[in-house]
Each structure stands twice: as C-alpha cells, then as structure tokens.
C-alpha cells in the first residue's frame, strides 16, 4: 500500500487565492520530498523538493515546508493562476520515489 | 537539451502478448528508473537502475523485467500482458548519487 497519504484529493480555489496540499509519510528513513505537477497526456515535472535537513523552501509563488517530526510536508501556491489548474503528487524518498494519490486543483478565472 | 524520451508514445497490446517500451535519459543521467500509472492513481516503483545494474525492484510480478545498456538508455518488458497492465508506463532519470528524477511524457499501453 502507499506510504505517503496526500489531502485533499481535490481543491478548487478562486484566481488569485491560495492552495495548500498536505502529506504525510510513515518511514523514518526518507530524506527527499518532492512535489510533482502533472498535465493533461504529461508525464510528472518536478516543481519543488526539500531536503530533511531544511523546514521551508520557496521559490517564487510556491512554498513547501516540511515537519520531521510529525512527518508531514506541505504545498503552499499563492496568487494561484489558471496554469496552475493540474493534478500535483507529494512524493517521498530514500531511493526510490514513493508517490501520494494525487491532488486536482482546478482554478477558477 | 533533450530531456527524458520515451518510445513508443502510445501502444495497443493483445491479453498475453509481450511488449517492450523504450528510454532514453537525460545526457549524463546514468540512473533510470520506470514507473507505471494507472489512471487516477499515483505512479507506482517498478524497478530502478544504476550503471546497468539494477538498484531496487517494487511489488510487481516477475513477468515485469528490465535493463539498463552501456549507453544508459533502458527498456521495460512484461510479457503475458494483462488488461490490468494497462496504464501510463513511466521512465525517469537522474544523475545517480542525488536525488532529482525527471519524468518522461511515458508510453500509454492499452491492453485489449
């Protein structure tokens, strides 16, 4: 079963507000957490990761912050756009990449 | 620069029929590994390899096979297809020692 559960499994949200994907994981061993944004007929892109020695990364209108600890990481778009709108998978790895079920975002003009 | 290439796009496959899906890496990638997709779920770890050795294998039955040739590129074979293969066959790459994977587009199989 999957080691990574991932919520919401869909999120509508207006132009210009902000969304936020969570996940959690279960093995201590994981130190590489990417976010992934895949397209209609696309494979995955890699839009953001964090390392286990960080607790936040941003890179311009996306934020991912990551709580050892508690073992969850989150997503964070703000100011989101309609080219936002797309399924988003967390993913966690000590080698092999396991991946969440996926998030639909779908943004609204 | 070309990123990850996967061949062929899209196939259609007979229940027991073999199939082999193609990948190239990104140039200086010496690591692939394939994921398979079934539509509305995450990707799912088939295999993993590095320098043509094979690095890591998931929950799938043996009739799932890889390699990995001197050139780095990679092919995934499953023979005795079933209609439960059907789905979206992911390769990615990455340099190896870090992690960072890149995605291909993937080869859609259909099996009927």
């Known amino acids: 079963g999957e080691n990574v559960e991932q919520h919401p499994s869909t999120l509508s949200v207006q132009e210009g507000d902000s969304a936020v994907i969570k996940c959690t994981y279960s093995?201590?061993?994981?130190?590489?957490f990417p976010w992934y944004k895949q397209e209609l007929g696309k494979g995955p892109q890699l839009i953001i990761d964090?390392?286990?020695?960080?607790g936040e990364k941003k890179d311009q209108r996306i934020a991912v912050t990551l709580n050892k600890t508690a073992k969850h990481f989150s997503l964070h778009i703000t100011e989101t756009q309609p080219e936002d709108s797309a399924v988003y998978f967390c993913a966690e790895s000590w080698g092999k990449l396991q991946f969440g079920a996926g998030t639909q975002v779908v943004v609204t003009p | 620069d070309a990123g990850v290439t996967q061949s062929p796009t899209h196939l259609i496959k007979t229940r027991g029929q073999h199939v082999t899906l193609r990948c190239s890496p990104i140039s200086g990638h010496k690591s692939v590994s394939w994921y398979q997709q079934v539509l509305g779920q995450g990707p799912q770890f088939i295999f993993q390899y590095y320098e043509k050795e094979e690095r890591g294998r998931g929950n799938f039955p043996d009739r799932f096979s890889a390699r990995q040739f001197p050139n780095y590129s990679s092919e995934l074979n499953v023979n005795a297809l079933l209609l439960g293969d059907s789905a979206l066959y992911l390769c990615?790459?990455?340099?190896?020692?870090?992690?960072?994977?890149?995605f291909g587009s993937g080869t859609r199989l259909t099996v009927v």
């Open positions: 990615a790459s990455s340099l190896g020692g870090l992690p960072g994977y890149t």
């Open positions: 093995d201590s061993a994981s130190n590489y």
């Open positions: 964090i390392r286990s020695n960080v």
